[in-house]
């Protein structure tokens, strides 16, 4: 089995340091959570929940139909209109951190009911709401080491020592 | 009278193999992979170029190391294809147009009826059930006719190799992933999830069901549905499949309809073709046929 395989799932396995009931209000979130906890060619790094509440104020945002007011989304209404706030709240809740292994692939096959078939997993779903919202937003971090910075280990994977020589040649 | 009775074995033998050979070829045309095969839906809308697809791919696959490095944007420069030490590379597109740049990944498509596989004479290529398209080294002649077969333009030849040149592409992580039900690398460490491992059947309703979703988002197609036959490696775009590198004038038969009728006949020539020649030759002899034996004699004595 290769090395790096554990670095790969670690980086799969981001993941918020709390599950918190957000039944009321926003007031009982952590204001800040550690992402990204077992990454292993990314360090961990702190995400300021606060000031996301700060500055998007709305939950379901983020956080879908699970809290905050009700989705306003037509596609999500449909089921989702009258839905009450869920007990977990974080994204690992619901995203699962191994989207296509075996298990997770068989038990999609044999839930026919499902709707969410096309479920994100956790790291997918990190990666597109951040990136996403930020690019859109035209403000926050969209590259790589802007939200977390790469390990001895990332630097090694990516190669990341190629770049200056390389550079110098292509000049010349 | 002995070579009238070869002449007639060949006839009947020329026959026999060329008819078993169509039928073989008609059944291959139609067939329309493996039910349980996996495949890869690459959602082109979610990719944002970072390259780690490809460093993953070449740790999995021991490759040599890069020129520059995996984060190394200037490579977008230039359009890139897949060699023998780079089973997957990252091509930028529509740079300039409003909802550019899109990046997709290119790497062996792992065709259901893979045109490799029937441009190989010493069966080489294997197609598991599990969809990957697997090559066999150690058969191998290294004569590259998969090369020019390939219709993606796919595998490449580790020419660097002085003893052991051999066909180098992207296996689906056949021997280290696939085959124990697990992703391929690029899919396990793709950050934006533009990557989607699945079963080939699901993959293909779940990106009609994208496209259904979202209208806007998508060009309702998807490639390699149905082109050449289907392939495992399937796509997603926003912009038109030709912008972004796509072949879209390759059809949907797969290669090998295209010379299975040929293939069929080879045997045919080769066993029909000298008897018909022969009798031609014989009558055409027949009429001066003093003259002849005295020539094949004269050539005998020689």
């Given at each position: 089995?290769?090395s790096?395989?554990?670095?790969?799932l670690?980086?799969?396995?981001?993941?918020?340091?709390?599950?918190?009931?957000?039944?009321?209000?926003?007031?009982?979130?952590?204001?800040?959570?550690?992402?990204?906890?077992?990454?292993?060619?990314?360090?961990?790094?702190?995400?300021?929940?606060?000031?996301?509440?700060?500055?998007?104020?709305?939950?379901?945002?983020?956080?879908?139909?699970?809290?905050?007011?009700?989705?306003?989304?037509?596609?999500?209404?449909?089921?989702?209109?009258?839905?009450?706030?869920?007990?977990?709240?974080?994204?690992?809740g619901?995203?699962?951190?191994?989207p296509?292994s075996?298990?997770?692939?068989?038990?999609?096959r044999?839930?026919?009911q499902?709707?969410?078939?096309?479920?994100?997993?956790?790291?997918?779903?990190?990666?597109?709401?951040?990136?996403?919202c930020?690019?859109?937003?035209?403000?926050?971090?969209?590259?790589?080491q802007?939200?977390?910075?790469?390990?001895?280990?990332?630097?090694?994977?990516?190669?990341?020592?190629?770049?200056?020589?390389?550079?110098?040649?292509?000049?010349? | 009278?002995?070579?009238?009775?070869?002449?007639?074995?060949?006839?009947?033998?020329?026959?026999?193999?060329?008819?078993?050979?169509?039928?073989?070829?008609?059944?291959?045309?139609?067939?329309?992979?493996?039910?349980e095969?996996?495949?890869?839906?690459?959602?082109?809308?979610?990719?944002?170029?970072?390259?780690?697809?490809?460093a993953?791919?070449?740790k999995?696959?021991?490759?040599?190391?890069?020129?520059?490095?995996?984060?190394?944007?200037?490579?977008?420069?230039?359009?890139?294809?897949?060699?023998?030490?780079?089973?997957?590379?990252v091509?930028?597109?529509?740079?300039?147009?409003?909802?550019?740049?899109?990046?997709?990944?290119?790497?062996?498509?792992?065709?259901?009826?893979?045109?490799?596989?029937?441009?190989?004479?010493v069966?080489?290529?294997?197609?598991?059930?599990?969809g990957?398209?697997?090559?066999?080294?150690?058969?191998?002649?290294?004569?590259?006719?998969?090369?020019?077969a390939?219709?993606?333009?796919?595998?490449?030849y580790?020419?660097?190799?002085?003893?052991?040149?051999?066909?180098?592409?992207?296996?689906?992580?056949?021997?280290?992933?696939?085959k124990?039900?697990?992703?391929?690398?690029?899919?396990?460490?793709?950050?934006?999830?533009?990557?989607?491992?699945?079963?080939?059947?699901?993959?293909?309703?779940?990106?009609h069901?994208?496209?259904?979703e979202?209208?806007?988002?998508?060009?309702?197609?998807?490639?390699?549905e149905?082109?050449?036959?289907?392939?495992?490696?399937?796509?997603?775009?926003?912009?038109?499949?030709?912008?972004?590198?796509f072949?879209?004038?390759?059809?949907n038969?797969?290669?090998?309809?295209?010379v299975?009728?040929?293939?069929?006949?080879?045997?045919?020539?080769?066993?029909?073709?000298?008897?018909?020649?022969?009798?031609?030759?014989?009558?055409s002899?027949?009429?001066?046929?003093?003259?002849?034996?005295?020539?094949?004699?004269?050539q005998?004595?020689?």
């Open positions: 089995m290769p790096y395989k554990p670095l790969i670690g980086a799969l396995l981001l993941s918020m340091s709390a599950s918190y009931p957000m039944a009321a209000s926003c007031m009982s979130a952590p204001d800040s959570i550690t992402l990204n906890t077992t990454g292993k060619l990314f360090l961990p790094f702190q995400f300021n929940h606060a000031k996301h509440i700060q500055d998007i104020k709305e939950c379901s945002d983020c956080h879908h139909h699970t809290t905050g007011t009700l989705v306003q989304n037509p596609k999500c209404v449909k089921c989702h209109s009258n839905s009450s706030p869920t007990a977990v709240v974080s994204c690992k619901c995203h699962s951190s191994t296509f075996p298990e997770t692939l068989a038990e999609k044999t839930e026919k499902r709707f969410h078939l096309d479920k994100m997993g956790l790291k997918g779903a990190m990666h597109q709401n951040c990136i996403g930020h690019t859109k937003m035209a403000a926050g971090p969209t590259g790589c802007d939200c977390h910075p790469r390990s001895k280990a990332g630097d090694a994977f990516y190669n990341s020592d190629k770049v200056a020589s390389s550079h110098g040649k292509k000049k010349h | 009278m002995k070579r009238r009775n070869f002449l007639k074995a060949c006839v009947i033998g020329g026959a026999t193999i060329s008819l078993g050979k169509t039928n073989k070829g008609w059944a291959a045309g139609s067939f329309e992979g493996y039910p095969a996996m495949g890869v839906l690459t959602d082109t809308t979610r990719c944002i170029g970072c390259r780690s697809c490809e993953a791919c070449n999995e696959q021991n490759l040599p190391e890069p020129e520059t490095s995996f984060q190394d944007k200037r490579v977008f420069e230039e359009e890139r294809r897949p060699d023998s030490k780079a089973y997957t590379v091509n930028e597109y529509e740079k300039k147009q409003p909802g550019g740049p899109v990046y997709r990944k290119i790497q062996c498509n792992h065709c259901n009826e893979p045109a490799c596989l029937t441009s190989c004479f069966n080489a290529y294997t197609k598991t059930k599990e990957a398209v697997i090559y066999n080294s150690k058969v191998c002649v290294g004569c590259r006719n998969c090369m020019i390939c219709p993606f333009n796919v595998p490449g580790s020419y660097e190799s002085v003893t052991n040149p051999i066909v180098k592409k992207c296996i689906l992580c056949y021997d280290t992933r696939l124990v039900g697990k992703p391929p690398a690029c899919v396990d460490i793709c950050p934006q999830e533009a990557l989607t491992f699945g079963h080939r059947s699901d993959l293909i309703k779940l990106a069901e994208r496209i259904r979202y209208p806007d988002r998508y060009t309702d197609h998807v490639f390699g149905k082109e050449l036959g289907g392939t495992s490696w399937l796509y997603l775009t926003s912009t038109s499949f030709d912008k972004i590198g072949d879209t004038t390759l059809g038969e797969p290669i090998i309809s295209n299975k009728e040929f293939l069929g006949m080879v045997p045919m020539v080769l066993s029909i073709w000298p008897a018909l020649f022969s009798g031609i030759h014989l009558l002899k027949g009429k001066h046929d003093d003259h002849g034996e005295q020539t094949e004699t004269k005998e004595d020689h």
